[in-house]
């Protein structure tokens, strides 16, 4: 394998972004990101029509100034407060909060930050990286790479590495992770029953499957399997740290109880590969899945209908789901699909089953893997689609590839991300569906990116090994914590 290099200009990043120096008193936008706009996109107005009016009204209050700093220039209310306005609303008490920001108006300001500056270089590896996700409260970045590799990252350290694991009987690819809520355990997993379990806080940087450390096996069998060996694609911890959730290439959800050390429910939950699963809720007991059956479905465990039945289906995906991100109220959710799509869910919108004839019969034969999707395709929509909204634009091929919430300390959750296979992130615009912003930078899929849940930083792995980082530093330099600038990699096989 050869690797060819060439000097990567900033100038290539595809958008940028005004500096806060350059806001006029007049009220220039802040965030004018990108000269393509929405193209690839629903237009504005288009999609606030179809958007439903709780959700576009939810986003507002948490990502909205007070009133009181709104622009009263006829013609220009709509516009964004300007950072310099909120400030010098802040100084004159304009909200009456004794000089302070709601958690609104914080989002409102970071929100207009997006992280388009860079990228910047976390780590190389040799192998493909399928795995990007920061802590809950940020200080930690975990990354899995197909090499039997999972690092793990101190974001308050200059992003030194603080534990680098070799993972144990690994088949194919790490295929996720998983960090406890207190951050001293992390789950793997791969296409195997077998999730391992390590010891984050322990002293040992490196971190040999039963050789440094030992991995303890949570074996997922039961049973009912009947001996057949299947994989997991998709991990989860609950809140509360006590339980797993888990989804597998059997067709089926798995529920692991830590402290019990064994499964305490398997429900066959899809007609094909459970590719995600997550909680709806910090209470834990609504589950979200998704699969290659095309359909997302919601399980809740108060109340089990009867034995693999869900609570409730949602239809809407032409082709199978790789990822779903719950938005964390227990009613909205986001699933990406292999019909080149993201869909936004309200859960009180699902029917007890599918409609009847709910699949769509197609005149075309491909697989993701290795296949284009069908261009007559492209414009397809389920008649039964009980989707929110819709956001195009991103490719969904050869990968799981994942899609998100933007934080909601820091945005408000106003935007959506994803990783793309044409090796970019796109961001997308939650009320209105435009596309923001395109990070392009890696030269094969991005399968996985992770936002900072507090600052403007986002990182994206990709296939061709690169952990890179994203930031809005006010000055326009680089960072302190980056040692260097990336320089694009050509790969040829």
Not at 27 to 34: M, Q, R
Not at 61 to 88: D, F, I
Not at 453 to 473: N, R
Request: hydrophobic content about 30%; proline content about 4%.
């Amino acid at each position: 394998m050869f690797f060819g290099q060439s000097e990567f200009d900033a100038d290539e990043m595809g958008y940028g972004m005004s500096r806060i120096e350059n806001e006029s008193i007049a009220g220039t936008d802040l965030c004018e990101v990108g000269t393509s706009g929405s193209s690839g996109s629903h237009r504005s107005s288009e999609h606030l029509t179809a958007l439903d009016h709780e959700i576009n009204h939810i986003t507002k209050l948490k990502s909205s100034p007070h009133q009181r700093y709104s622009r009263v220039v006829p013609g220009r209310h709509e516009l964004p407060v300007s950072t310099v306005r909120m400030l010098a609303g802040r100084e004159s008490n304009f909200s009456g909060r004794g000089g302070r920001f709601s958690a609104a108006d914080c989002c409102h300001m970071l929100s207009r930050y997006l992280p388009v500056k860079g990228p910047w270089l976390v780590d190389q590896m040799n192998s493909r990286a399928y795995v990007s996700q920061f802590s809950t409260d940020g200080s930690l970045f975990i990354g899995g790479f197909q090499g039997s590799h999972i690092r793990i990252y101190n974001v308050e350290k200059g992003w030194t590495v603080q534990k680098d694991i070799l993972a144990k009987s690994l088949r194919w690819t790490v295929t996720d992770t998983s960090l406890s809520p207190d951050q001293r355990n992390l789950v793997y997993a791969s296409m195997s029953p077998i999730v391992h379990i390590v010891d984050v806080g322990s002293g040992t940087t490196e971190s040999h499957a039963n050789v440094t450390e030992i991995h303890d096996g949570l074996d997922f069998s039961t049973d009912e399997d009947g001996g057949y060996s299947f994989g997991i694609f998709s991990v989860k911890f609950s809140t509360d740290g006590r339980e797993l959730v888990a989804g597998s290439s059997d067709d089926s959800i798995y529920v692991y109880d830590l402290e019990a050390n064994r499964v305490s429910l398997r429900t066959v939950a899809h007609t094909s590969d459970v590719n995600t699963v997550c909680f709806a809720d910090e209470s834990g007991n609504l589950i979200l899945s998704g699969g290659d059956d095309n359909l997302c479905k919601v399980w809740d465990r108060r109340c089990f209908i009867g034995r693999d039945k869900a609570a409730g289906v949602l239809v809407g995906h032409l082709e199978g789901v790789t990822f779903i991100d719950s938005r964390g109220d227990g009613r909205y959710f986001i699933s990406n699909g292999k019909d080149q799509t993201i869909k936004l869910w309200d859960i009180r919108k699902m029917s007890s089953t599918p409609p009847a004839k709910h699949e769509v019969h197609i005149n075309y034969d491909w697989d993701y893997r290795w296949m284009d999707y069908p261009p007559e395709a492209r414009d397809l929509k389920h008649p039964f689609d009980q989707s929110v909204s819709t956001y195009k634009g991103h490719s969904v091929l050869r990968t799981l590839i994942r899609c998100y919430f933007s934080p909601l300390h820091s945005t408000g959750q106003k935007y959506i991300y994803t990783g793309s296979n044409d090796s970019s992130v796109y961001i997308y615009d939650l009320v209105s569906g435009d596309k923001v912003a395109v990070l392009k930078h890696h030269s094969s899929p991005v399968r996985d990116c992770n936002w900072h849940p507090h600052y403007p930083t986002l990182i994206s792995s990709s296939w061709d090994g690169d952990l890179v980082k994203w930031e809005f530093p006010g000055s326009g330099e680089a960072p302190i914590m980056s040692k260097k600038r990336v320089r694009r990699r050509h790969l040829y096989y």
